[in-house]
């Protein structure tokens, strides 16, 4: 396997951060993964694994051997009357498998349109969006084992899948290389749109049959009005997740917030929109050099031109120091800091 160094990573993260790999090898293969693993480079240093680079901030250069997952391959493994499995290499991009499932009529994945990145980093990040989670069409995936090289595979059961959570961010954090993932989709759709945005959208579309195409079209208009794009924008989409409070706690500040946004769940805990709390704490379109929080969603945090890592991640700070003075909430950051 070729390892080479000094490495810019430039191209390689949505936030455009400048900094430098000092060992980077690209992966298209199981195989390729266990020979890596075997070089003394690798067994020498610390691992680093990446996808498309769109949740990811670098801070600063980076000692580390970057692994980059690119294996390829979208295979259709069996299916039943209700279900189509199709097993995906970690490699493929996000957006490129469901537009596959679209022209397929595959249904399942059409609410998580256009989330950029790609399949390996999928169920890590538990990635969801309008009502849907990776979670409700996961299957099971393979991953190498760091430490014996093994190919392991992970059921549902396994994954440990929360929200933008999973066993991988936790327990197994750097312990595991995703090298495929199996979904179940639908082959008779159940549409999702329940979420708000989605149906205005439909109705402004003047669409009168919905199908998994339609709503997949809602979602990639309702995102590009909304985000940022990466190439124009640096960004790693919401920096914050939406924390969660004690319905007392939230009772309480909504004798003095009566306008804050919160979701009931079932445990007793209500999920707070964080980018509510940052946009109150006035945060939203605020910039300090080249770092900002984005103006059409406080929970976005974006990359001008030349800000740095360290500058974003300052200023996340700021943003979690003041929400947890004016609302006694801490944020967490859903982007992945190296
Ligand atoms: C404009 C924009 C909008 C976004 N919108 C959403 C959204 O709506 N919903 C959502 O959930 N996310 C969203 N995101 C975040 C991002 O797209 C997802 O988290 C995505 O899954 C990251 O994939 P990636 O391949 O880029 O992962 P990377 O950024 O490369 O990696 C993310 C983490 O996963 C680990 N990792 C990556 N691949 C593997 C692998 N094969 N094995 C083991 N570990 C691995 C990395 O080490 C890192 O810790 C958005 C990002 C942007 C820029």
Redesign the pocket.
């Given at each position: 396997m070729n390892i080479t160094s000094n490495i810019s990573l430039k191209p390689?993260?949505?936030f455009g951060m400048d900094v430098t790999a000092k060992y980077f090898a690209a992966v298209k293969s199981v195989e390729d993964i266990q020979d890596v693993l075997l070089d003394p480079v690798c067994i020498n240093h610390e691992k680093?694994?990446?996808?498309?680079?769109?949740?990811?901030l670098f801070t600063s250069n980076i000692e580390a051997l970057i692994i980059k997952?690119e294996?390829p391959g979208i295979e259709l493994l069996n299916q039943d009357e209700e279900h189509v499995y199709i097993k995906v290499g970690?490699?493929v991009n996000?957006h490129q498998f469901v537009m596959y499932c679209i022209e397929n009529n595959y249904s399942g994945v059409e609410n998580?349109a256009?989330?950029?990145?790609?399949?390996?980093?999928?169920p890590?990040?538990?990635?969801?969006?309008?009502g849907v989670?990776i979670k409700d069409v996961f299957h099971s995936l393979e991953?190498v084992s760091m430490q014996d090289k093994n190919l392991v595979t992970f059921h549902h059961k396994d994954c440990a899948f929360d929200y933008?959570e999973s066993v991988?961010?936790n327990k197994y954090k750097?312990q595991?290389?995703?090298?495929s993932v199996t979904y179940r989709l639908n082959k008779t759709p159940h549409y999702n749109i329940s979420y708000g945005a989605i149906g205005a959208e439909l109705e402004k579309m003047n669409v009168q049959d919905v199908s998994i195409q339609s709503i997949a079209k809602a979602v990639m208009n309702i995102?590009t009005s909304k985000?940022?794009?990466?190439k124009i924008i640096g960004?790693?989409?919401?920096f914050f997740k939406n924390p969660e409070i004690s319905s007392t706690h939230f009772n309480n500040l909504k004798k003095y917030f009566p306008d804050i946004v919160g979701y009931s769940k079932s445990d007793d805990t209500v999920k707070v929109a964080a980018g509510w709390l940052i946009e109150q704490c006035g945060w939203k379109g605020y910039r300090e050099g080249d770092a900002g929080c984005y103006d059409k969603q406080s929970l976005?945090l974006v990359n001008y031109g030349h800000a740095k890592g360290i500058d974003i991640f300052s200023l996340s700070e700021k943003i979690m120091e003041s929400v947890h003075q004016k609302f006694d909430i801490f944020l967490h950051r859903?982007?992945?800091i190296?």
């Amino acid at each position: 396997m070729n390892i080479t160094s000094n490495i810019s990573l430039k191209p390689y993260n949505t936030f455009g951060m400048d900094v430098t790999a000092k060992y980077f090898a690209a992966v298209k293969s199981v195989e390729d993964i266990q020979d890596v693993l075997l070089d003394p480079v690798c067994i020498n240093h610390e691992k680093i694994i990446l996808g498309g680079g769109s949740n990811v901030l670098f801070t600063s250069n980076i000692e580390a051997l970057i692994i980059k997952n690119e294996i390829p391959g979208i295979e259709l493994l069996n299916q039943d009357e209700e279900h189509v499995y199709i097993k995906v290499g970690a490699g493929v991009n996000w957006h490129q498998f469901v537009m596959y499932c679209i022209e397929n009529n595959y249904s399942g994945v059409e609410n998580l349109a256009l989330i950029p990145g790609n399949i390996g980093a999928s169920p890590m990040q538990n990635i969801g969006a309008y009502g849907v989670e990776i979670k409700d069409v996961f299957h099971s995936l393979e991953a190498v084992s760091m430490q014996d090289k093994n190919l392991v595979t992970f059921h549902h059961k396994d994954c440990a899948f929360d929200y933008r959570e999973s066993v991988f961010k936790n327990k197994y954090k750097n312990q595991f290389i995703i090298t495929s993932v199996t979904y179940r989709l639908n082959k008779t759709p159940h549409y999702n749109i329940s979420y708000g945005a989605i149906g205005a959208e439909l109705e402004k579309m003047n669409v009168q049959d919905v199908s998994i195409q339609s709503i997949a079209k809602a979602v990639m208009n309702i995102r590009t009005s909304k985000l940022p794009d990466p190439k124009i924008i640096g960004n790693a989409g919401s920096f914050f997740k939406n924390p969660e409070i004690s319905s007392t706690h939230f009772n309480n500040l909504k004798k003095y917030f009566p306008d804050i946004v919160g979701y009931s769940k079932s445990d007793d805990t209500v999920k707070v929109a964080a980018g509510w709390l940052i946009e109150q704490c006035g945060w939203k379109g605020y910039r300090e050099g080249d770092a900002g929080c984005y103006d059409k969603q406080s929970l976005v945090l974006v990359n001008y031109g030349h800000a740095k890592g360290i500058d974003i991640f300052s200023l996340s700070e700021k943003i979690m120091e003041s929400v947890h003075q004016k609302f006694d909430i801490f944020l967490h950051r859903e982007v992945n800091i190296f």
